[in-house]
């Protein structure tokens, strides 16, 4: 059988299972900074990975939808796009594979991904401030509204 056209892994898996542990993996990538799968899976989030940051360096609102609906996560997709895009300086090439061993089970071949430059896993004091004005103005409005029907009363 030929195999031109046929990309990706299939990890002995149906295509929905397939891609529920990729975005499972990738979405657990951008929460910690680095994990550790076996070295297939890890090569193969890489694919994805490194295609949803260059989404996320636009910072454009198409290219944070875009974040949001492969990851299926808004936390995240918004956190890749506020908080690790913008410390991404290079054009490609953004996480590395290094070889962990062997698991002990079934003697597979471990992988650790992560990010090739330091990423700070906190948000920057300007965009923490803006987060808390929206909260606070989010709990001023039902106050407002309470008074403005008790003075029709």
Known sequence: MHRHGYKG???GRERDQRSALINGLVVALFENGSITTTLTRAKEIRRYAEKLITHAKKGDL???RLVIARLNSQKIGSYLVDVIAPQVTR???YLRI???GFRKGDNAEMGTIS???EIKRELEPA???KIEKK???KAEKPAVKAKATEEKK
């Open 135 to 137: 909260v606070e103005k």
């Open 127 to 129: 965009k923490t401030e």
């Open 62 to 64: 198409a290219a944070r």
């Open 91 to 93: 054009d490609s090439g």
């Open 115 to 117: 990010f090739v430059d």
């Open 98 to 100: 290094e070889r962990a």
């Open 9 to 11: 892994r299939k990890f």
